[in-house]
Structures are given as C-alpha cells and as structure tokens.
C-alpha cells in the first residue's frame, strides 16, 4: 500500500459547526503532516507529528486541533472555523529519519468550503 | 521563515519545447525535493537532491542541485501535454528542523 487516503473529499461546513478530517497510511511512515493549500498557492505547512507526537505547530490558529492516535493515523478537528480557512487540506506522510525528509506522500486532499 | 524564490510563476510552451524551473534560495540548503501537481490534483514527489552539484534524469526530466546548495533547477526536454501541471520545489536549511518550506510554484502549460 503506497497511498496516503483522506476523508472526506469535499466538506462544507458552517462557522458554528465541529467537523474533522481524517487521514491514514499504511507505509511504515513515521512522520505525518497537514499541510494547507489555497488556489494558486503553494502548500503551507501547519503540523508535524514524528513518532506520534506532535513536533512542529507553524503558529496555526486553535480552531485547528490535529491528533495522532496511532502510527497510520492523523485527524485535524476543526471547530468555528472562517471563510478565510476554506482551502484543500492535505494530509502527508514520510520515512523520517534524523530530521531528514526522504520525500512526502500526499493524499488526495480535503477540499473544505467555510459557509 | 525561510525564503525559497522560484522562477517563473507561469510558463507556456508549445508542445515539443523545451521547459526550465529555477529555485532560488537566500540560505544553505541540505536537500531539496521536487514535485508536480497536476491541475485538481495533490503534490507527487519527484525526485530528492542532496549532494552538491547534483545532477539526476529522469527520462525526460533533468534535475540540478547548484554547487553552493542555494539553487536548483528542473528541466523537462521536448514537452508533452501530460507534463502540464504546477511543479514546486521544497527544501530544507541546514542544521534546522523547522525550515520547510514550498517554493512558490511554476504554472506550466503546454499548447498542443
């Protein structure tokens, strides 16, 4: 298995709702990340979890909550979010080893509307 | 944070020329990474550079990593409509975990 899968595809979801974005792997990868991606735009990085434990928050806002409950397994819980955070979200996985990223696999990406 | 420039923003070529992608930056890199994305789609990893002056093929694609790991450039040779897509580079400083960032992109398009 060489995909990083992410659900759901689409969410539209209101300022006052709860909702959350899953990811999972099953490569082995022990360094998982959320990465956010507006239209014409590159990726900008949110959150780093290396064995589970979360390593780097690029000052992301708390209306952003990732998790890492295991090794395959990524959430971002998403609580009065904006318009401004409509975006796709993308969810990534790498072999880390000292720090050193051998390269990312993507999933195919939240694409999430703030209404 | 860290700067990585890269040039163009957009490029359109006409099926069959050639396509170069440069990025630029202001500080030490220990590697670099490339990826494509195609339109509607996510990021696909390319290729990594790690050594300084590297040079990697891939059939159609040659990758550079400058001798001072400052700079790298992606060159496609005789363009097809399936290289149409946003190519970015990535790279990381030396010696930091936290510097990890996207260039900016180059948009390419490929008229047939």
């Known amino acids: 298995d060489t995909e990083v899968t992410q659900t759901p595809k689409h969410l539209v979801m209101g300022m006052t709702n709860k909702k959350s974005l899953k990811c999972e792997q099953h490569m082995g990868h022990r360094a998982m990340y959320w990465y956010k991606q507006k239209a014409k735009k590159p990726p900008e990085l949110m959150f780093v979890?290396?064995?589970?434990?979360?390593?780097i928050n690029e000052s992301v806002p708390s209306r952003f909550s990732p998790e890492c409950p295991n090794s395959s397994l990524l959430n971002l819980h998403l609580h009065a979010l904006q318009p401004e955070d409509s975006a796709l979200y993308l969810c990534?996985?790498?072999?880390?080893?000292?720090?050193?990223?051998?390269?990312?696999?993507f999933g195919s990406g939240t694409r999430l509307t703030v209404v | 944070g860290q700067q990585v420039m890269q040039i163009p923003q957009y490029q359109h070529v006409q099926e069959g020329e050639d396509f170069t992608t440069y990025c630029n930056s202001s500080?030490?890199?220990?590697?670099i990474q490339w990826y494509k994305q195609r339109p509607g789609g996510h990021p696909v990893f390319l290729i990594q550079?790690?050594?300084?002056?590297e040079v990697k093929k891939q059939k159609r694609l040659t990758f550079q990593f400058g001798e001072a790991k400052k700079n790298s450039s992606l060159h496609i040779t005789a363009t097809q409509t399936t290289d149409v897509g946003t190519y970015f580079c990535w790279g990381k400083t030396s010696g930091s975990a936290r510097q990890l960032t996207f260039g900016s992109g180059t948009q390419l398009t490929v008229l047939p």
């Open positions: 550079l790690v050594k300084s002056g």
């Open positions: 990534a996985s790498s072999h880390l080893m000292d720090s050193f990223n051998y390269g990312y696999t």
């Open positions: 979890y290396s064995y589970e434990k979360l390593s």
């Open positions: 500080t030490t890199l220990s590697n």
